[in-house]
């Protein structure tokens, strides 16, 4: 094991360390190749036999410029990202309903279609095929499925159905986002052997805080509530800082099972915008998004903003950390042995579950 004990806490972070220096977890987390599961998912997470409906991250907004064709893994799939010259940007299948090439490699963008780079079959954003440049012609019935798309909060965010419904909701814009009274993100990936859900049940969770996390005082709640696609968490928090204990809020928002978003007010407002999109059944990509509201706009407070708000998004990112030893290698219980100070993970599941429906060719034989 490395030696990596003794690393101040960072200054104004959310959580109280138990100990001075990392937490046992983030110790293991950081220890070196820590062996993954032998288990496949499909026995840790009996559950999750189809991906959840829901709006899913294909790129960072800025990680697509306008005439970009960028080749994807999503979903059990292979997926392109392409914007039009006009910004609008797509997600679609990869394969061209041609002869099957795959439009991520060698395909271009010209005006608001997708070139196909093998016999230069034209593509609208919706699939169509525009135009055959050999015979002049247009074939009607080729059809390369394409998924309803918005570039929104910084994310080219795709919507995903097994049945191919229209989108069921929407994802709201989020203040942090292109405001100039905020940071611009600081932007985090990691890569998770467990599905969204294992993640999202952190949220109500909250014992969790002081076990993995060391918090020293655990959020106190004043509302949890599933209504339809949404979860919404509000709580109260004392926040512990050098000068003594703050009191601040977090509240948190799920909009389906790929994006959610927590505010953090009292020592700093900050916006964490988080999306998980499933790369298969066995992975699933997760990127944090964090913004800070700036303390004022002269030297003094934004060199105060940065350094209050990266001790924050250090902590959060720890967090990460910790919850990822547990996280890839758990398993779900399906009939989970609960304590009366346990969150609702019971009433999480049970809004969880209406995302799965089967139907998807590419989660057959799970
Ligand atoms: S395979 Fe795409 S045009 Fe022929
Ligand atoms: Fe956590």
């Given at each position: 094991?490395?030696?990596?004990v003794?690393?101040?806490?960072?200054?104004?972070?959310?959580?109280?360390?138990?100990?001075?220096?990392?937490?046992?977890?983030?110790?293991?987390?950081?220890?070196?190749?820590?062996?993954?599961?032998?288990?496949?998912?499909?026995?840790?997470?009996?559950?999750?036999?189809?991906?959840?409906?829901?709006?899913?991250?294909?790129?960072?907004?800025?990680?697509?410029?306008?005439?970009?064709?960028?080749?994807?893994?999503?979903?059990?799939?292979?997926?392109?990202?392409?914007?039009?010259?006009?910004?609008?940007?797509?997600?679609?299948?990869?394969?061209?309903?041609?002869?099957?090439?795959?439009?991520?490699?060698?395909?271009?963008?010209?005006?608001?279609?997708?070139?196909?780079?093998?016999?230069?079959?034209?593509?609208?954003?919706?699939?169509?095929?525009?135009?055959?440049?050999?015979?002049?012609?247009?074939?009607?019935?080729?059809?390369?499925?394409?998924?309803?798309?918005?570039?929104?909060?910084?994310?080219?965010?795709?919507?995903?159905?097994p049945?191919?419904?229209?989108?069921?909701?929407e994802?709201?814009?989020?203040?942090?986002?292109?405001?100039?009274?905020?940071?611009?993100?600081?932007?985090?990936?990691?890569?998770?052997?467990?599905?969204?859900?294992?993640?999202?049940?952190?949220?109500?969770?909250?014992?969790?805080?002081?076990?993995?996390?060391?918090?020293?005082?655990?959020?106190?709640?004043?509302?949890?509530?599933?209504?339809?696609?949404?979860?919404?968490?509000?709580s109260?928090?004392?926040?512990?800082?050098?000068?003594?204990?703050?009191?601040?809020?977090?509240?948190?928002?799920?909009?389906?099972?790929?994006?959610?978003?927590?505010?953090?007010?009292?020592?700093?407002?900050?916006?964490?915008?988080?999306?998980?999109?499933?790369?298969d059944?066995?992975?699933?990509?997760?990127?944090?998004?964090?913004?800070?509201?700036?303390?004022?706009?002269?030297?003094?407070?934004?060199?105060?903003?940065?350094?209050?708000?990266?001790a924050?998004?250090?902590?959060?990112?720890?967090?990460?950390?910790?919850?990822?030893?547990?996280?890839?290698?758990?398993?779900?219980?399906?009939?989970?042995?609960?304590?009366?100070?346990?969150?609702?993970?019971?009433?999480?599941?049970?809004?969880a579950?209406?995302?799965?429906?089967?139907?998807?060719?590419?989660?057959?034989?799970?």
């Amino acid at each position: 094991m490395k030696d990596e004990v003794h690393v101040q806490p960072p200054v104004g972070s959310v959580t109280d360390r138990v100990m001075q220096g990392e937490t046992p977890l983030q110790a293991v987390g950081r220890s070196g190749d820590l062996p993954a599961t032998r288990m496949r998912s499909i026995e840790r997470f009996p559950y999750y036999t189809a991906f959840p409906f829901g709006w899913y991250r294909a790129s960072d907004s800025e990680d697509l410029a306008a005439g970009e064709v960028k080749a994807l893994r999503f979903l059990n799939r292979d997926l392109v990202a392409w914007r039009e010259d006009d910004g609008t940007a797509h997600v679609m299948d990869a394969y061209c309903a041609h002869l099957g090439a795959h439009l991520g490699y060698g395909g271009r963008v010209e005006g608001c279609e997708l070139v196909c780079p093998f016999h230069w079959w034209r593509w609208d954003g919706e699939g169509r095929n525009t135009r055959i440049p050999y015979d002049g012609s247009q074939n009607r019935a080729a059809r390369i499925p394409a998924y309803p798309t918005i570039d929104r909060n910084g994310y080219v965010l795709f919507w995903y159905h097994p049945l191919g419904e229209a989108p069921l909701w929407e994802i709201p814009e989020i203040e942090c986002f292109g405001n100039p009274g905020w940071t611009a993100y600081q932007r985090f990936r990691w890569q998770m052997r467990a599905p969204w859900q294992e993640f999202a049940e952190n949220g109500p969770d909250y014992v969790h805080l002081r076990t993995v996390h060391g918090s020293v005082t655990i959020p106190e709640v004043e509302l949890y509530e599933c209504e339809g696609y949404q979860t919404k968490l509000r709580s109260r928090v004392d926040f512990d800082t050098p000068r003594g204990s703050q009191q601040g809020r977090i509240d948190s928002d799920a909009w389906g099972p790929g994006f959610a978003l927590a505010r953090f007010s009292g020592i700093i407002d900050a916006c964490f915008v988080a999306a998980s999109t499933p790369i298969d059944f066995e992975t699933t990509e997760v990127t944090h998004s964090y913004s800070i509201r700036k303390l004022g706009e002269d030297s003094e407070a934004l060199s105060k903003t940065t350094r209050v708000g990266d001790a924050l998004i250090r902590d959060l990112v720890k967090q990460v950390e910790e919850d990822l030893v547990i996280l890839d290698r758990k398993i779900c219980q399906p009939q989970p042995r609960l304590s009366e100070a346990d969150g609702p993970i019971v009433e999480f599941r049970k809004w969880a579950k209406q995302f799965y429906l089967e139907g998807d060719p590419r989660a057959l034989n799970r």
